[in-house]
């Protein structure tokens, strides 16, 4: 396979474990918005209990851990065809894509701040994406 295509391929895998962990994250948050009510401290084991069960039991949650083992899976793959030194910091893509499912779907307010700070990551990930992701 060509070199190119090598880092082409390498930068989609990428940005499909980006999708998988802003995906697991969203369905994790919209799961615990939806089922798990803590009542008093979580230090008092009956209320970690509850919890905890409240949590397991909840589908959104356990599609969030389904998509998580996807995104473990591909990360593999990942790691197996470049410099962790150039794969990991991409994965700060899922902090931006985060953002926009949480304000989309998750109706959550976004500051300004925040939106500043995804364009910032953005600027990083842009210089990082300049360099050889493989390893040879």
């Known amino acids: 396979m060509p070199e190119n295509r090598k880092r ?9 474990a980006v999708c998988l962990e802003a995906t697991g994250q969203t369905l994790y948050k919209a799961g615990i918005n939806r089922e798990a009510v803590v009542h ?4 008092h084991l009956p209320n970690l209990f509850s919890f905890v069960w409240q ?11 389904a998509v998580y083992v996807a995104e473990v899976l591909l990360w593999w793959v990942i790691l197996s065809r470049s410099d962790i030194s150039y794969a990991f910091p991409l994965m700060s ?3 931006v894509l985060l953002l926009i499912s949480a304000r989309v779907f998750l109706h959550e307010q976004v500051s300004l ?11 990083g990930v842009y210089l990082i994406t300049r360099t050889a992701p493989l390893h040879h």
């Open 8 to 16: 082409v391929t390498v930068f989609l895998m990428i940005l499909a």
């Open 40 to 43: 008093g401290s979580l230090w």
């Open 55 to 65: 949590t397991v039991t909840n589908w959104r949650v356990l599609s969030g851990l």
């Open 93 to 95: 893509m899922s902090y």
């Open 113 to 123: 701040e925040r939106w500043i700070g995804a364009c910032t990551i953005m600027v």
